[in-house]
């Protein structure tokens, strides 16, 4: 790792800060990264008019943040599938007016009146919340990450060798679909049935709790969310409360999880697994323990120096990462 | 992918042949390679009697081949753990002696007389059969491969971005050894449970159809193979005749393949999946098109352009793969 600033090799040794923006279904999250600190951060709501309204929000976040005009590079993670190259997003169903492909990183490269030689990059947001872990959180040292993001659905993010893996077909890391169950078990919420975030995904956990209280096994769940989202929050208290169900949902998820990271520490072979989303930050550092407990016990190689750690940069992770997305020097990108 | 020659950066430009041994339990497998091209192959039979016979042995196939001194690198591939960087076995259960760490690589260079300018490397088996069928074989003009080894048992190698991924602790490609079941399952020779290779490894289908024999279900593999090991040829004829055991474990191993590489696809994004080793040679290339079939029904991203192919390269593949990583230009390989 360089000990150099996050842009050593920007051109004429100028180094300015870098600009990222997490582009969510409900916020638009930006932040100035300066030598790999956030020295500057701005939020603006999500609009739901359409392609236009949502990249007028990304230009005013910009806007917020000092402007496009005086920063070394631009990035943006975005929830949904993206062409890295084109920077297009192809489906981003949090994002009204994304049910077709988007060629983000164009639009926005008018809009924000961006000059061809400053960086515009366009990712995966779990991608980028990993590069942010990577560099300046949870797993800064380590070059071979694997990060997994527990919230609604499961999303992940690779690094092999220090470097962000998205493979051939810009797919690389998506551990949520990484199945559990040999043959059916509960259905995905991409049709397909048995996979990780059948199990450790909130939604998928809410459905069945909905489930099985419908079945008359009553549930501390259902009983506080009503007919409202199931909360990460009320999974927490139903836990507190030692909530049958709960608990049950849990155990599947943990294990799930420890079956889908070992798999994946087995077969790239892995430094530290990051543990990010809202799901852990509500449960707290022991369901991120028990996570790693449940991956040790199926490790081949054993003992096995893997550790399984929450991340530590929250909420900005994901704008983070996209700043460093953006560095001029493409991926000659530390902390000072 | 170069045009060039098999080690087209040889120092002084000259360019001369490599040697690559295959280290296995019952034979040493040695060929002579110029330009991608076998031009030669010696077999001696693995001796018993401990490290210093192995090492002759080898000596005495590099001998048949010409001898170490005109060559540009020996590349060897022993079945075991191996740590590449020193060349040293930790493990190789099939040979006599190494039972504890042998430093291979160093006794192998004083046994041979070996300048130190011409490389020595040391790795896993199949490791190098991959390294054989990517550059040379089924999966040659692909950077993203796979390669899975099913014989006695399930062995594996990952190639990414064009290089053989070894990882941090030399690990990465175990992929006879990701779990195939959530909770208990098969025990694995590695002494853990509901591993790929407790369901797909002809060692533990063996086991499984001995005791669903003596518990009262009767199978052609049982009554052909008698005390005798239980073969793929075995395997291959039981099926044929139809046998309800024979039938049942191999979709029980199709189906634990299928997962497992539809996991490997999904998590590292994957071009290609080259089925190598015995079992897959003796049931004919059904078998890898069953193996195919149930890793697309499991893909995240649909339709995928991911192909499960057979190995081309046979029981040269390990040698060959072998010479091939001693190139002196340390990865720039390619065939003519």
Known sequence: MSSDGPHATAPGGVRRPLIGIDLGGTKVQGVLVDHGT?????????????????????????GRLGGAGSVDGVGIGAAGVID????????????????????????????LELPSSTPLVVDNDVN???????????????????????????????VLDGRLRRGPAGGAGEIGHVGVVVDGGRQCRC??????????GRASMEAEARRRHDAGTPTLLVEMAGRKRMKSSVFAKALEAGDEVALDLLDEAVQ??????????????????????????????RFVGRVEQAVRTRLFVRP??????????????????AALLAAPAGGVVAPQ
Chains 1, 2 share one sequence.
């Open 128 to 158: 980028a919340a990993v590069v942010g872990e990577h560099r300046l959180g949870a797993a800064r040292g380590f070059d071979n990450v694997l990060g997994v993001w527990v919230g609604t659905g499961v999303g992940g993010g690779i």
């Open 256 to 285: 799930a999880l420890g079956m889908a990271l070992a798999a994946a520490a087995t077969l790239v072979d892995l430094e530290v697994v990051v543990v990010g989303g809202g799901v852990p930050g509500k449960l707290g550092s």
């Open 191 to 200: 049709g397909l049935f048995g996979h990780l975030e059948s199990y450790a």
């Open 304 to 321: 096995s120096p893997l550790r399984v750690v929450p991340a530590t940069l929250g909420d900005l992770a994901g704008a983070l990462g």
């Open 38 to 62: 956030v020295v500057g951060d701005a939020k603006v709501a999500t609009p739901m008019g359409g392609v236009a309204d949502v990249v007028a929000a990304v230009v005013e976040c910009v």
């Open 84 to 111: 890295a190259a084109t920077g297009t997003l192809l489906q981003a169903p949090n994002l009204a007016g994304f049910d077709r492909p988007v060629p983000l990183a164009a639009l926005l490269g008018d809009a």
